[in-house]
């Protein structure tokens, strides 16, 4: 029989207990990267995001290894040593938000609903 997991639920820890190595895939520039966990081990997984270091595109956590899966062949293992974070990705990440607007009703040339 088998216990519960001694880690910490939710945790990068966790998922590698789970479903053993844990890959970053760019689905841009078609690349991926080995996540290894030593300051990231406990925290929680929902919390976090990545990016690519080469282009600055939203990365992907993968379970498997990208190149491994069908149509994903041509994924090339790209394992950076102290991988530096792409401008692009601390601009979208760090910058001020673009301002969320609708047209209104006369854009469109109809009239507006009535209460």
Sequence with gaps: MVGPFPGVPYSFGALRETF????????VCRRYARLYLAEIRDTDY?????????????????????NTETGMTDYQLDQVEG???????????????????????????AKAPTR
């Design 83 to 109: 991988p530096q974070h792409h401008p692009a990705a601390v601009a979208r990440l760090t910058g001020t938000p673009k301002p969320a607007y609708r047209l209104s009703a006369k854009h469109y040339g």
């Design 20 to 27: 053993g190595p844990l890959f970053v895939r760019c689905d």
């Design 46 to 66: 929902r919390t976090k995001t990545f990016s690519c270091c080469r282009c600055g595109a939203d990365g992907a956590l993968a379970i498997a290894e990208p």
